[in-house]
Nanobody, 125 residues
């Protein structure tokens, strides 16, 4: 199975950019569909972005046009480039992996059996 480790979070001001990384080990990330989710204090974990094994991408409406997901299979890493950050983007960000082709919705948390430990992103106004 695959192990996932997120990095790149931090405390930033509104309007700046951050790039999150999700490094995989144990199995090649190329064989998994990958997702980014986030969870703000007191809220449920929510879908942010998805990238399939052939790099099909999906985004939550709240981040569309500001966030970009990508994958570098040679580095066994998935990225989330976050631009024009807003205070409402403050959350713990998690990457997750799932077996491709299951037919589940990209935002279905229960379809992702593998999760990282999360990285905190705090955006101040």
């Amino acid at each position: 199975q695959v192990q996932l480790v997120e990095s790149g979070g931090g405390l930033v001001q509104a309007g700046v950019s951050l790039r999150l990384s999700c490094a995989a080990s144990g199995r090649t990330v190329a064989t998994y569909a990958m997702g980014w989710f986030r969870q703000a204090p007191g809220k449920e974990r929510e879908f942010v972005s998805f990238i399939g094994t052939i790099s099909t991408t999906r985004y939550a409406d709240s981040v569309k046009g500001r966030f970009t997901i990508s994958r570098d299979n040679a580095k066994n890493t998935v990225y989330l480039q976050m631009n024009s950050l807003k205070p409402e983007d403050t959350a713990v960000y998690y990457c997750a992996a799932r077996i491709p082709g299951l037919g589940a919705a990209v935002g279905d948390i229960h379809a992702y059996p593998y999760w990282g430990q999360g990285t905190q992103v705090t955006v101040s106004s």
